[in-house]
C-alpha cells in the first residue's frame, strides 16, 4: 500500500491572503491537516486558515506547551507518530506553519522524525521578518550590508556581540525578552534606529515607538528591525 505524502505548509505571519496559491491548493486538497495547539487550546496556525478548511477534513491537534524549545522532546515524538498513523494508511497530511516550516518553525521538528519515512514536500511561506519590514515601511538591507537574523532569548552579550558587526539586524522573540534586548540596544546606540511591531499583517498588528513600549505587554510574537543606515549618493540612485 502507498503511503500518503507529508507537506509542511508555511501560511504566513497572520493576514490569510499572504498565504500561497500553492500553500491554498494543498490545503484544499489534503484529508488531514495537523497543526500545533499551545496552552489553554489555542491555535494560532489554524486561525489563520480557519476560513479555507473543509468540513470533510481530519484535523489532528499536535499539543505543544508554550515554552518548549527542546527539539528532542517526547511531545514531538507523539506528534509525529499520530501523523505517522495517517501517513502509513495512505492519506496525506499537511502541517499548518506559522511564516515559514524552515524558519524557526515547529515543522521542522516534525521534519526531522518523518522525513526518512515518508515522501515530504516543504511549501515555503512569508516570514515575520519580510511582513514585519513591510507593515513598517522600511527597507532591511542594501548592496552590501551584512544582515542578521537573532533571537531575543539570547544572552545580552551574544546579542550585544552580534549587533556590532551587523549592518542590519531583526530580533525576533521578544516577549519577556524585551528589557535585556532594549538594553543592549541602548548600549549600541541602536535604540534611535530600532522600530517595535507586534504580530505583524493580523487583525491585532500594533506599532509602537520603541521608547514606549511597555515592556509587561510585550508578546512573544513580536519582532524589533533594525534598518540598514546605507544612504545612496547621486551616482547609485
Same mark, same amino acid.
Given at each position: 500500500?502507498?503511503?500518503?505524502?507529508?507537506?509542511?505548509?508555511?501560511?504566513?505571519?497572520?493576514?490569510?491572503?499572504?498565504?500561497?496559491? #500553492?500553500?491554498?491548493?494543498?490545503?484544499?486538497?489534503?484529508?488531514?491537516?495537523?497543526?500545533?495547539?499551545?496552552?489553554?487550546? =489555542?491555535?494560532?496556525?489554524?486561525?489563520?486558515?480557519?476560513?479555507?478548511?473543509?468540513?470533510?477534513?481530519?484535523?489532528?491537534?499536535?499539543?505543544?506547551?508554550?515554552?518548549?524549545?527542546?527539539?528532542?522532546?517526547?511531545?514531538?515524538? =507523539?506528534?509525529?507518530?499520530?501523523?505517522?498513523?495517517?501517513?502509513?494508511?495512505?492519506?496525506?497530511?499537511?502541517?499548518?506553519?506559522?511564516?515559514?516550516? !524552515?524558519?524557526?518553525?515547529?515543522?521542522?521538528?516534525?521534519?526531522?522524525?518523518?522525513?526518512?519515512?515518508?515522501?515530504?514536500?516543504?511549501?515555503?511561506?512569508?516570514?515575520?521578518?519580510?511582513?514585519?519590514?513591510?507593515?513598517?515601511?522600511?527597507?532591511?538591507?542594501?548592496?552590501?550590508?551584512? !544582515?542578521?537574523?537573532?533571537?531575543?532569548?539570547?544572552?545580552?552579550?551574544?546579542?550585544?556581540? #552580534?549587533?556590532?558587526?551587523?549592518?542590519?539586524?531583526?530580533?525576533?522573540?521578544?516577549?519577556?525578552?524585551?528589557? #535585556?534586548?532594549?538594553?543592549?540596544?541602548?548600549?549600541?546606540?541602536?535604540? =534611535?534606529?530600532a522600530r517595535y511591531i507586534e504580530r505583524a499583517t493580523s487583525a491585532q498588528q500594533r506599532i509602537v515607538p520603541i521608547d514606549q513600549v511597555d515592556p509587561a505587554t510585550v508578546p512573544y510574537f513580536s519582532i524589533i528591525v533594525i534598518p540598514s543606515q546605507w544612504q545612496?549618493?547621486?551616482?547609485?540612485?
Amino acid at each position: 500500500m502507498q503511503t500518503g505524502k507529508l507537506y509542511g505548509l508555511g501560511l504566513g505571519p497572520g493576514d490569510p491572503e499572504l498565504l500561497t496559491l #500553492k500553500a491554498f491548493r494543498v490545503l484544499r486538497s489534503v484529508p488531514v491537516v495537523a497543526y500545533p495547539m499551545s496552552d489553554g487550546g =489555542k491555535c494560532l496556525a489554524r486561525s489563520i486558515v480557519a476560513e479555507y478548511l473543509l468540513p470533510e477534513q481530519i484535523e489532528v491537534p499536535m499539543y505543544f506547551p508554550f515554552k518548549l524549545e527542546q527539539s528532542s522532546h517526547p511531545y514531538y515524538d =507523539k506528534a509525529a507518530e499520530m501523523l505517522a498513523e495517517h501517513l502509513q494508511a495512505g492519506r496525506d497530511v499537511a502541517v499548518l506553519c506559522e511564516g515559514d516550516p !524552515f524558519f524557526y518553525g515547529t515543522f521542522m521538528y516534525i521534519f526531522n522524525r518523518l522525513v526518512d519515512r515518508f515522501p515530504t514536500e516543504v511549501v515555503p511561506g512569508i516570514s515575520s521578518v519580510m511582513a514585519s519590514a513591510a507593515a513598517l515601511g522600511t527597507p532591511l538591507t542594501y548592496r552590501n550590508d551584512v !544582515f542578521m537574523v537573532l533571537s531575543g532569548i539570547l544572552p545580552a552579550e551574544v546579542l550585544a556581540e #552580534k549587533l556590532a558587526v551587523a549592518h542590519a539586524a531583526v530580533i525576533l522573540k521578544m516577549g519577556r525578552n524585551f528589557p #535585556k534586548v532594549y538594553g543592549v540596544l541602548k548600549q549600541l546606540g541602536l535604540d =534611535k534606529r530600532a522600530r517595535y511591531i507586534e504580530r505583524a499583517t493580523s487583525a491585532q498588528q500594533r506599532i509602537v515607538p520603541i521608547d514606549q513600549v511597555d515592556p509587561a505587554t510585550v508578546p512573544y510574537f513580536s519582532i524589533i528591525v533594525i534598518p540598514s543606515q546605507w544612504q545612496p549618493n547621486e551616482t547609485e540612485i
